[in-house]
């Protein structure tokens, strides 16, 4: 277990939080939510004597179980992630606008650098109503239940924002509360400063200078944390330091930090051995040809979903050999189904497939196998099956796919990684890189995976899982709370 953060209490906060409440025939049910992010930040808060998670009323029972609690907060039936929560109740309409016109697609397009810049986005009154009635209220609501909770424990507290949801809490949490430590992970790519001008200045404004609050801004590679602090001297003209990676704002020195977020390989290899599992992997087992190809992604445009097919098909037009003997078996799970870019995303997902298979397919062989069931069981037995990985992205702040992927394979399977996905900066030099936008060059680079000599494909998979057990979610936490206690110096 990682070291503690000192005396302080530790207030955890994100949009979607650690467990999900939901009505059924026996009554009430709170899922946990899954995920490297939830098992990490969960272990950490189990092992402290005050912590509480700020996070939103999702579902209509959330709503129902902070209704019970008067809003304040609680200790989870049946003790949860071993943390108090905080549920924020939202208004249906600002949350709407905050989730899906705001968060997700504008920021998040930005970020992965996803718009088609001569045609989208439209700024109209529609965004910009979002952003005044929507993202600013919410992340208030948000930064005030903080706020709360930092006073209920006389004003000290160390503050774990999370993600993109959330730029303007930490800004308003230290005009209230000057005296926290404010510690801010972005999961999310930090694009080059230009990429933010597709906001009017006035929101791209707000945006920084919310996260200027923070003392930490965390990110999982080297390039988004210079990426940021070239941002903050190019659109607000601070000054900068890009070897201390720090930038100053009126008193104080704001520091941007990397630390690539991991899985938690024990529990993987302990999933990877179970029974449930080993059903998955016979039935896979059965319908195998000589190669199999794997993606397992949710269905984003930042994960490059039509290129890797439009690629695909392209292996098979040049290698007419393959027919019948390779299969792309594409575990793609359905996201964000309320944000209309996702909705017509997956729909272009599917005909491509349709048109790839009515192209290539035979009697009895269908080149690419959809499914949308987002089966965790059945995504280790791929994994553990897989002779080439595919992960493409557009841009992608970490995808841990690749992590787990590379730490249960049991058959000296190849990544096929994309330049622009984080994990390419510890993994890189074991794959076969990918360049996102070049589908010959994919191509070309899934079919030298599928025939790569044996040894080398051994020695390549041998030293991406012996980095991903080293450097594992424990580390990824320890190494930030290391830093935490270094920065908050003595007198905290
Ligand atoms: C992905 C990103 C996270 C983000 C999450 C939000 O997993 O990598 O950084 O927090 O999406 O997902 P949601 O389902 O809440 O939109």
Same mark, same amino acid.
């Given at each position: 277990?990682?070291?503690?953060?000192?005396?302080?209490?530790?207030?955890?906060?994100?949009?979607?939080?650690?467990?999900?409440?939901?009505?059924?025939?026996?009554? #009430?049910?709170?899922?946990?939510?899954?995920?490297?992010?939830?098992?990490?930040?969960?272990?950490?808060?189990?092992?402290?004597?005050?912590?509480?998670?700020?996070?939103?009323?999702?579902?209509?029972?959330?709503?129902?179980?902070?209704?019970?609690?008067?809003?304040?907060?609680?200790?989870?039936?049946?003790?949860?992630?071993?943390?108090? &929560?905080?549920?924020?109740?939202?208004?249906?309409?600002?949350?709407?606008?905050?989730?899906?016109?705001?968060?997700?697609?504008?920021?998040?397009?930005?970020?992965?650098?996803?718009?088609?810049?001569?045609?989208?986005?439209?700024?109209?009154?529609?965004?910009?109503?979002?952003?005044?009635?929507?993202?600013?209220?919410?992340?208030? #609501?948000?930064?005030?239940?903080?706020?709360?909770?930092?006073?209920?424990?006389?004003?000290?507290?160390?503050?774990?924002?999370?993600?993109?949801?959330?730029?303007?809490?930490?800004?308003?949490?230290?005009?209230?509360?000057?005296?926290?430590?404010?510690?801010?992970?972005?999961?999310?790519?930090?694009?080059?400063?230009?990429?933010?001008?597709? &906001?009017?200045?006035?929101?791209? #404004?707000?945006?920084?200078?919310?996260?200027?609050?923070?003392?930490?801004?965390?990110?999982?590679?080297?390039?988004?944390?210079?990426?940021?602090?070239?941002?903050?001297?190019?659109?607000?003209?601070?000054?900068?330091?890009?070897?201390?990676?720090?930038?100053?704002?009126?008193?104080?020195?704001?520091?941007? #930090?990397?630390?690539?977020?991991?899985?938690?390989?024990?529990?993987?290899?302990?999933?990877?051995?179970?029974?449930?599992?080993? %059903?998955?992997?016979?039935?896979?087992?059965?319908?195998?040809?000589?190669?199999?190809?794997?993606?397992?992604?949710?269905?984003?445009?930042?994960?490059?979903? &039509? @290129?890797?097919?439009?690629? $695909?098909?392209?292996?098979?037009?040049?290698?007419?050999?393959?027919?019948?003997?390779?299969?792309?078996?594409?575990?793609?799970?359905?996201?964000?189904?309320?944000?209309?870019?996702?909705?017509?995303?997956?729909?272009?997902?599917?005909?491509?497939?349709?048109?790839?298979?009515?192209?290539?397919?035979?009697?009895?062989?269908?080149?690419?196998?959809?499914?949308?069931?987002?089966?965790?069981?059945?995504?280790?037995?791929?994994?553990? &099956? $897989?002779?080439?990985?595919?992960?493409?992205?557009?841009? %992608?702040?970490?995808?841990?796919?690749?992590?787990?992927?590379?730490?249960?394979?049991? @058959?000296?399977?190849?990544?096929?990684?994309?330049?622009?996905?984080?994990?390419?900066?510890?993994?890189?030099? $074991?794959?076969?890189?990918?360049?996102?936008?070049?589908?010959?060059?994919?191509?070309?680079?899934?079919?030298?995976?599928?025939?790569?000599?044996?040894?080398?494909?051994? %020695?390549?998979?041998?030293?991406?899982?012996?980095?991903?057990?080293?450097?594992?979610?424990?580390?990824?936490?320890?190494?930030?709370?290391?830093?935490?206690?270094?920065?908050?110096?003595?007198?905290?």
């Amino acid at each position: 277990m990682p070291e503690g953060i000192g005396e302080d209490p530790l207030i955890l906060v994100s949009n979607r939080g650690p467990l999900e409440h939901t009505r059924g025939d026996d009554g #009430r049910t709170a899922k946990p939510g899954h995920g490297g992010l939830v098992t990490a930040l969960g272990g950490l808060a189990g092992h402290l004597e005050d912590a509480v998670w700020v996070c939103a009323a999702l579902s209509e029972e959330d709503v129902a179980v902070t209704r019970e609690h008067d809003g304040a907060a609680f200790e989870p039936e049946g003790g949860g992630p071993g943390v108090l &929560l905080r549920m924020v109740e939202l208004d249906p309409e600002a949350q709407h606008k905050f989730y899906a016109i705001i968060s997700n697609p504008l920021l998040w397009f930005v970020q992965h650098y996803l718009w088609d810049l001569g045609n989208t986005p439209d700024i109209t009154r529609r965004e910009v109503d979002a952003f005044d009635n929507g993202y600013v209220p919410v992340n208030a #609501r948000f930064a005030d239940a903080v706020a709360e909770e930092v006073e209920a424990r006389g004003g000290r507290a160390t503050v774990m924002v999370q993600d993109y949801h959330l730029y303007l809490v930490p800004e308003r949490v230290r005009d209230r509360c000057p005296d926290v430590f404010l510690h801010h992970f972005v999961h999310i790519p930090w694009p080059h400063p230009d990429a933010w001008r597709v &906001l009017p200045p006035v929101m791209r #404004r707000a945006v920084f200078n919310g996260v200027l609050g923070n003392d930490v801004v965390a990110f999982h590679s080297a390039r988004y944390a210079r990426n940021f602090l070239l941002g903050c001297q190019e659109l607000l003209g601070l000054q900068v330091d890009m070897d201390r990676l720090t930038v100053e704002v009126e008193e104080r020195s704001v520091h941007a #930090r990397h630390y690539p977020i991991s899985v938690d390989a024990d529990a993987l290899e302990s999933t990877a051995a179970s029974p449930a599992v080993a %059903d998955h992997e016979r039935r896979l087992g059965e319908k195998r040809r000589e190669h199999l190809i794997v993606r397992v992604d949710r269905a984003d445009p930042s994960k490059n979903i &039509l @290129r890797g097919f439009r690629a $695909f098909d392209t292996l098979l037009d040049d290698h007419p050999e393959l027919a019948e003997q390779v299969t792309f078996l594409a575990l793609v799970q359905p996201s964000r189904e309320d944000v209309e870019e996702y909705v017509d995303y997956l729909e272009q997902v599917r005909r491509l497939v349709d048109d790839v298979n009515a192209k290539h397919g035979t009697a009895d062989w269908q080149p690419i196998e959809l499914s949308l069931e987002g089966d965790f069981d059945e995504v280790v037995a791929a994994y553990k &099956l $897989f002779d080439v990985l595919v992960v493409n992205p557009v841009s %992608d702040g970490m995808n841990l796919v690749a992590k787990e992927a590379a730490l249960v394979n049991q @058959r000296d399977g190849v990544l096929a990684l994309s330049e622009n996905a984080g994990a390419h900066e510890e993994l890189g030099e $074991f794959a076969v890189t990918l360049h996102p936008f070049d589908i010959q060059q994919q191509a070309d680079a899934i079919f030298a995976a599928l025939t790569m000599d044996g040894s080398e494909r051994r %020695d390549r998979l041998a030293a991406s899982a012996a980095l991903v057990r080293e450097n594992d979610v424990a580390k990824w936490l320890s190494d930030q709370l290391r830093d935490v206690n270094e920065l908050r110096g003595p007198g905290h």
